[in-house]
């Protein structure tokens, strides 16, 4: 067998094991992909939980946009045992459109404490988060202040 024939039939053999991906490389691809998913799903779930809390939030000062609206139209103010339906219900005609809230432990803003007389507005709100963080916010005019707990 001449050097020629040789040649030509491992270049024949090796041209026929070229023909696809070996084992090794579609396993390293895998682990490829699999290294970037681990890195990006954080990611990704830490932002919903971002874009989630400052939807609570957005609602919130919406909230209480529309609550001291409501107060000055009106001249009262809710109760602490309003309910937030019957909240959001009343604040509706002062531009107050609730979020939707669907996790666990989520809530649309509640008045927590509040009292209005004469010229004095003074009021607590808690919304939590679809991601279970609770903010709040207060409004306090005249003498009178309100912590929220």
Avoid: H, W
């Avoid at 390293?28 to 609570?56: C, E, F, M, R, T």
């Avoid at 279970?132 to 929220?148: D, E, K, L, R, V």
Wanted: charge should be positive; proline fraction near 1%.
């Amino acid at each position: 067998m001449s050097i020629t024939t040789a040649l030509k039939a491992r270049r024949e053999q090796l041209r026929d094991r070229e023909a696809g991906f070996t084992l090794i490389e579609l396993l390293v691809v895998v682990i490829i992909i699999g290294i970037l998913a681990a890195i990006a799903i954080p990611v990704y779930i830490g932002v919903q939980n971002n874009a989630k809390n400052s939807s609570a939030q957005s609602d919130l000062t919406n909230a209480k946009t529309a609550y001291v609206a409501y107060y000055t139209a009106t001249g009262n103010g809710f109760s602490a045992a309003t309910s937030s339906s019957a909240l959001s219900t009343a604040l509706s005609n002062y531009g107050y459109t609730a979020g939707t809230y669907t996790a666990t432990g989520a809530a649309a803003p509640a008045l927590l404490s509040g009292s209005a007389s004469g010229t004095a507005l003074t009021f607590c709100m808690k919304a939590t988060s679809d991601a279970g963080t609770a903010y709040y916010i207060t409004q306090s005019t005249g003498a009178s202040t309100t912590a929220c707990s």
